[in-house]
């Protein structure tokens, strides 16, 4: 498996790209910057610098004072009018990415204010146990913490040490852990009732952050995958979707179970349709794609975990952090 694979999926996602360099999640002009920022770990792993460097700009340029951004915005409307402090975070994988690829720290240097200011809006978010509220609006905090936001807001904080430790010679106070195994077994995750167990995300992201209990992977994979199709998004439904089996595969390579990782991996590709998109998800029991759409992060997800087990960049520089 190599680049060639997935070139349709990258030229996709850059078509979706404005012109400002907000790139949204299909020609509907959906755009959030987690999603975004998941693009722009594809386009690193191809090396498309022009487009990486317009969609690095956008964000930067829409980060307000306490270094957040809007949720979400729909053909430039916003359509959420509040602040999730994984969507700006986010931000640091990219530029982690494409430091390990060039090793060029020039770009990096010449946003290390914002980066300062985005990762102390992110810091501000942090609840008593270490964990992060989900969002922010006119009333305050939104909600409590959510497994998958504080997992990838981890992932933000690790990318954003390793950018101080290794391109800006700053010290990063925060450079411990917040989490361990136990912190993800509570009620306290749980909404109206309804346990979070049932969501893939919340079961396989811990493994991304070394918090996973490897001897519960067969219990995971048990409740999750379904043979020959991939990972399913809620346990109860029969719809599998292609980010997160991706990204389960990631999780589960992370932990040592490369083997399983890259078989799901096979499922994933008999997704991709003959124009070389993947859908973001296939309701099995119906025979159909749904929602009916090709999302960009969606295929950014597949490309993503495409490098992390077969070194797509050909440079051993996976992002596993």
């Given at each position: 498996?190599?680049?060639?694979?997935?070139?349709?999926?990258?030229?996709?996602?850059?078509?979706?790209?404005?012109?400002?360099?907000?790139?949204?999640?299909?020609?509907?002009?959906?755009?959030?910057?987690?999603?975004?920022?998941?693009?722009?770990?594809?386009?690193?792993?191809?090396?498309?610098?022009?487009?990486?460097?317009?969609?690095?700009?956008?964000?930067?340029?829409?980060?307000?004072?306490e270094g957040l951004i809007i949720s979400e915005t729909i053909k430039d409307k916003v359509t959420k009018d509040y602040y999730e402090p994984h969507h700006a975070a986010?931000?640091?994988?990219?530029?982690?990415?494409?430091?390990?690829?060039?090793?060029?720290?020039?770009?990096?240097?010449?946003?290390?204010?914002?980066?300062?200011?985005?990762?102390?809006?992110?810091?501000?978010?942090?609840?008593?146990?270490?964990?992060?509220?989900?969002?922010?609006?006119?009333?305050?905090?939104?909600?409590?913490?959510?497994?998958?936001?504080?997992?990838?807001?981890?992932?933000?904080?690790?990318?954003?040490?390793?950018?101080?430790?290794?391109?800006?010679?700053?010290?990063?106070?925060?450079?411990?852990?917040?989490?361990?195994l136990e912190t993800f077994h509570s009620s306290r995750f749980n909404r109206d009732g309804i346990d979070r167990a049932r969501f893939s995300m919340d079961s396989y992201?811990?493994?991304?952050?070394?918090?996973?209990?490897?001897?519960?992977?067969?219990?995971?994979?048990?409740?999750?995958?379904?043979?020959?199709?991939?990972?399913?998004?809620?346990?109860?439904?029969?719809?599998?979707?292609?980010?997160?089996?991706?990204?389960?595969?990631?999780?589960?390579?992370?932990?040592?179970?490369?083997?399983?990782?890259?078989?799901?991996?096979?499922?994933?590709?008999?997704?991709?349709?003959?124009?070389?998109?993947?859908?973001?998800?296939?309701?099995?029991?119906?025979?159909?794609?749904?929602?009916?759409?090709?999302?960009?992060?969606?295929?950014?997800?597949?490309?993503?975990?495409?490098?992390?087990?077969?070194?797509?960049?050909?440079?051993?520089?996976?992002?596993?952090?």
């Amino acid at each position: 498996m190599n680049k060639e694979t997935f070139r349709h999926a990258k030229d996709w996602i850059i078509t979706n790209q404005k012109s400002d360099g907000a790139i949204c999640w299909d020609e509907h002009g959906k755009f959030d910057a987690w999603d975004h920022s998941e693009c722009l770990l594809a386009l690193a792993i191809f090396e498309e610098w022009d487009h990486f460097d317009k969609g690095l700009e956008y964000v930067f340029s829409n980060i307000n004072s306490e270094g957040l951004i809007i949720s979400e915005t729909i053909k430039d409307k916003v359509t959420k009018d509040y602040y999730e402090p994984h969507h700006a975070a986010y931000i640091f994988l990219p530029l982690v990415q494409k430091y390990m690829i060039d090793g060029n720290a020039s770009y990096i240097q010449k946003y290390q204010k914002k980066l300062k200011l985005i990762f102390e809006g992110m810091m501000n978010f942090r609840d008593t146990d270490g964990l992060f509220f989900w969002a922010l609006d006119t009333k305050g905090f939104a909600d409590n913490s959510l497994i998958t936001a504080s997992c990838s807001l981890e992932l933000s904080r690790r990318a954003y040490s390793f950018l101080c430790t290794n391109v800006l010679q700053e010290e990063n106070q925060e450079d411990t852990n917040f989490f361990n195994l136990e912190t993800f077994h509570s009620s306290r995750f749980n909404r109206d009732g309804i346990d979070r167990a049932r969501f893939s995300m919340d079961s396989y992201y811990p493994y991304l952050i070394d918090c996973g209990d490897v001897g519960n992977i067969d219990q995971l994979l048990n409740k999750f995958y379904v043979e020959g199709l991939g990972i399913k998004c809620v346990e109860e439904e029969p719809w599998v979707t292609i980010a997160e089996s991706s990204e389960c595969c990631i999780a589960l390579h992370k932990a040592g179970k490369t083997a399983e990782a890259k078989k799901i991996f096979n499922d994933v590709m008999q997704h991709m349709n003959k124009d070389g998109i993947f859908p973001t998800g296939y309701q099995y029991k119906l025979d159909i794609n749904w929602p009916d759409e090709h999302s960009t992060w969606t295929n950014a997800a597949a490309i993503i975990a495409a490098d992390c087990l077969y070194d797509l960049t050909k440079k051993d520089k996976a992002l596993l952090l």
